[in-house]
């Protein structure tokens, strides 16, 4: 299924600019092998974070996979958050069907501007950005419920400090070849590690006045958020947040399901820096 999405995307890609067809009335050819795709991934200059992607393979047509998003055209040029070893997956379109495979490109430095999210949740060196339980900034009410689309902290349900999971633990967030979260015990014990991700264009309103609510989403993979659950519901793991509030030192987050009416009972996290 991924496969035949995949070949759909191309075409399309492909139609809409005007580019050479890359399939015509000739007989289906074999599939190449990964050795006859001829591709080139580099630096713009020696450690760039800006990237350019090519592929000069004849009657092929393209669909690169960076990590944080897809193109599907013959040359680009995009521009990585991440300093480290960058693997940039490839799949080529050719007559027979599909081969996959990837290049990896080292990055030394951030010299082309990035989405300021990114820095706001991971910070901007090598140790990344810690997050923790913001107790003295909402008087001990960090975990707990209040209005679905509506309020912005928790108002109503409040978890004890004493109840409080992970109370001690802190998620920190890195940029290292990656989107990288951890989640550490008091001694910085390393507990579990996966990635995030982050869309700033999927934001929600309060229907009571029309306002903005929420400022997009945060989604963590193999990873837990600090009592990663929904309030009421521990069975109930949640990977998708609304941010509310993101800046260097808060961040605030809520969850209930997308189809929850307002003012039902959401989850909220309140976090600082560390």
Not at 43 to 57: C, D, F, P, Q
Not at 121 to 140: L, Q, R, V, Y
Not at 237 to 266: G, H, M, R
């Amino acid at each position: 299924m991924k496969k035949t999405f995949i070949f759909a995307i191309v075409l399309a890609g492909l139609t809409l600019c005007g580019c050479e067809p890359v399939i015509d009335d000739q007989a289906m050819g074999d599939v190449l092998t990964a050795e006859q795709l001829d591709i080139d991934v580099t630096n713009i200059t020696e450690g760039s974070n800006a990237i350019v992607l090519k592929n000069n393979t004849p009657r092929t047509g393209a669909y690169w996979d960076t990590g944080i998003g897809v193109s599907t055209r013959q040359c680009d040029t995009i521009v990585m958050p991440y300093v480290g070893d960058i693997e940039i997956k490839f799949t080529g379109i050719c007559d027979g069907g599909q081969v996959t495979t990837s290049r990896n490109v080292h990055i030394t430095h951030i010299d082309h501007p990035i989405q300021k999210e990114w820095t706001l949740f991971a910070g901007s060196g090598t140790e990344g950005k810690t997050w923790t339980w913001d107790i003295d900034g909402t008087g001990g009410a960090v975990y707990g419920t209040a209005g679905w689309l509506t309020q912005d902290a928790p108002a109503w349900d409040v978890k004890p400090l004493d109840q409080l999971e992970d109370r001690d633990c802190s998620l920190v967030f890195d940029l290292n070849g990656g989107a990288n979260v951890s989640k550490v015990d008091a001694n910085g014990k390393v507990i579990e590690k996966g990635t995030f991700s982050f869309d700033m264009s999927a934001t929600k309103k309060n229907p009571d006045n029309g306002a903005q609510w929420s400022i997009g989403q945060l989604k963590l993979n193999g990873v837990s958020m600090l009592s990663g659950h929904a309030f009421y519901d521990a069975s109930n793991v949640v990977t998708t947040f609304e941010i509310l509030k993101l800046s260097d030192n808060e961040l605030v987050l809520c969850y209930n399901p997308q189809d929850a009416d307002a003012w039902t009972d959401a989850t909220f996290w309140m976090l600082r820096k560390k």
